[in-house]
């Protein structure tokens, strides 16, 4: 059974940063996609960042590009969201989801989610 288990939410000021957490089991980690996904209220969910670790494949979306890292640490089986210079637009609940599929792409439909973890940002 494969499980994801997202921690690290917060409360933060805008231009903070937080750095979220996400414990994978059940999978090859190094060969499958990771990915943070994120949906504020009223707004539909949007993918954040993926990475496939193995192959150093990694994916962003055009809104966090250059503030946001995602990385992984394959001895532990986590990948971790470093979000620096955050802003009130960043205010979402951000899951973590995974699949089998050995690249990085939106088009992949990520069939195993782990619950959200709540980011705050205040102006």
């Known amino acids: 059974e494969v499980q994801l288990q997202a921690s690290g939410g917060g409360l933060v000021q805008a231009g903070g940063s937080l750095r979220l957490s996400c414990a994978v089991s059940?999978?090859?980690?190094?060969?499958?996609?990771i990915a943070w996904f994120r949906q504020a209220p009223g707004k539909e969910r949007e993918g954040v960042a993926c990475?496939?670790?193995?192959?150093?494949?990694?994916v962003y979306s055009d809104s966090v590009k250059s503030r946001f890292t995602i990385a992984s640490d394959n001895a532990k089986n986590t990948v971790y969201l470093q979000m620096n210079s955050l802003k009130s637009e960043d205010t979402a609940v951000y899951y973590c989801?995974?699949?089998?599929?050995?690249?990085?792409?939106?088009?992949?439909?990520?069939?195993?989610w782990g619950q959200g973890t709540l980011v705050t940002v205040s102006s």
């Open positions: 990475i496939v670790s193995d192959n150093d494949d990694t």
């Open positions: 059940g999978l090859t980690f190094g060969n499958s996609a």
């Open positions: 989801a995974a699949d089998w599929a050995p690249f990085c792409s939106w088009r992949v439909k990520f069939d195993h």
